[in-house]
């Protein structure tokens, strides 16, 4: 899959979800919309207190990061590709801060290459 396949199919399950934002309720670990439930979490406290914020955050948090990774996606491809010859092969570059190897690794996570 293709990065910006990646950030198409995100983007899809955001627009097919319940419009935000979403907001906790702590005192049964619901997930609110302005107009409905979402989701309960259940389980221990404060566990289903956690995940039910996390939830609820992640509505908005996913629309921003997708939003800015597909703003920089032009940027990282291109960068991926800029090794200069007289650093050697990227593969084994040292270079401290080298654009390439992070522009490589944030293409990497966002093909699912690199475990987190």
């Known amino acids: ?3 910006r396949e990646w ?3 995100a983007k899809a399950r955001c627009e097919a ?3 935000g ?5 702590i005192s049964d670990a619901a997930v609110e919309s302005s107009s409905s439930e979402v989701c309960a979490c259940y389980g221990p406290s404060p566990a289903a207190d956690k995940n039910a914020e996390f939830i609820a955050h992640a509505r908005v948090d996913l629309d921003r990061a ?8 032009p940027v990282l491809l291109v960068g991926a590709n800029a090794c200069s010859p007289e650093h050697g092969e990227c593969e084994d570059c040292e ?7 992070l ?10 290459e690199v475990e987190l």
């Open 17 to 19: 979800a319940t419009p």
């Open 21 to 25: 934002p979403w907001a906790w309720i």
């Open 1 to 3: 899959m293709t990065e």
């Open 95 to 101: 270079v401290q801060g080298c654009v390439v190897m």
């Open 7 to 9: 950030i198409k199919q």
């Open 103 to 112: 522009c490589r690794r944030v293409l990497a996570i966002m093909r699912g």
């Open 66 to 73: 997708l939003a800015a990774l597909e703003a920089a996606l």
